[in-house]
């Protein structure tokens, strides 16, 4: 069977859509097909593979699966996506849109350009989730913050945890290397302290409301960007008090908004692009 696919990013961060609003059982085994569709070389090539849904509560519902095949509670870039695709293809015609996801619903702003076309998202990514084990991480301790985790004897670091709907460790440094992206990062997520394993953001600082990451994702390897990701260093340089509230975060595919508002709640702004559209046979 062919089916009808948009590829889109968020900062790079790519993704493959699947419109599944009138014909819920269109991807029957998504995380089946998710590792052949995302293979850069002989598929279509991303970081995993998106189904779009209707839903009963929320107006919308998505549901992700990562390049490996395991599905995800939750993608800040690939919500915002999300947001365009419905505004794009006249299922949302005004300025909200509430998306389910499994982190919970999320509640998008969408800031139009003169000619009524999605420009921007602004995502409430909602509380972050401080706790170890409810983030989760086997260390009983809130926040868990500058707790150290060792690869060996020779190499360790220490790492602020976050869950943003899915969990993350937060490692600042001096100064970002491939090393510890590409060699530490696929070791760190998969250590024993992480039972659901975890996304890992290395991050330095530039100055109290600018910081600059790079991030290893759970499930995908390192990505362009992270939404969730940008949204955690962003808690965690807080809570170091290396930052204010509100911080711009460099990833490799550009720069996202990030504010740890007063009322507890994340909020994250950024773009979303259309890379193509094609069908596929599943």
């Known amino acids: 069977m062919r089916v009808n696919f948009t590829k889109m990013h968020g900062l790079g961060n790519d993704y493959i859509y699947f419109d599944c609003i009138a014909n819920p059982e269109l991807i029957s085994c998504p995380e089946k097909i998710a590792p052949a569709l995302s293979d850069r070389h002989f598929g279509i090539g991303g970081d995993g593979i ?6 009963d509560i929320a107006d919308f519902r998505m549901r992700m699966f ?11 870039n690939a919500i915002r996506c999300v947001a ?3 505004c794009d293809n006249g299922y949302c015609d005004g300025d909200q849109v509430r998306i389910q996801t499994g982190a919970g619903i999320m509640e998008i702003a969408i800031k139009r350009d003169k000619h009524g076309n999605f420009e921007l998202a602004r995502v409430n990514m909602g509380k972050p989730v ?10 009983d301790l809130e926040p868990v913050k500058s707790a150290s985790i060792a690869l060996n004897d020779d190499i360790s670091y220490q790492m602020t945890c976050v869950s943003m709907g899915n969990p993350h460790a937060v490692i600042f440094v001096d100064k970002i290397t491939d090393e510890q992206v590409l060699l530490h990062g696929p070791m760190l997520e998969k250590h024993q302290l ?6 890992i953001e290395f991050v330095k600082v530039l100055s109290r409301n600018e910081i600059e990451m790079r991030v290893w994702e759970r499930g995908s390897g390192e990505t362009l960007a992270c939404g969730t990701g940008a949204s955690a260093v962003t808690v965690a340089a807080i809570l170091n008090q290396y930052t204010d509230s509100k911080v711009t975060v460099h990833l490799r595919g550009g720069d996202l908004l990030v504010e740890w508002a007063d009322n507890g709640h994340v909020y994250m ?4 692009a259309v890379a193509f559209t094609g069908n596929v046979d599943i």
């Open 269 to 272: 702004t950024g773009p979303a």
């Open 84 to 86: 365009k695709y419905l």
């Open 66 to 76: 990562n390049a490996d095949g395991s599905e995800a509670e939750m993608c800040g």
């Open 194 to 199: 992480f039972p659901k394993r975890s996304n």
């Open 130 to 139: 401080l706790k170890g084990p409810a983030i989760p991480v086997n260390i």
């Open 50 to 55: 998106v189904l779009i849904l209707k839903h």
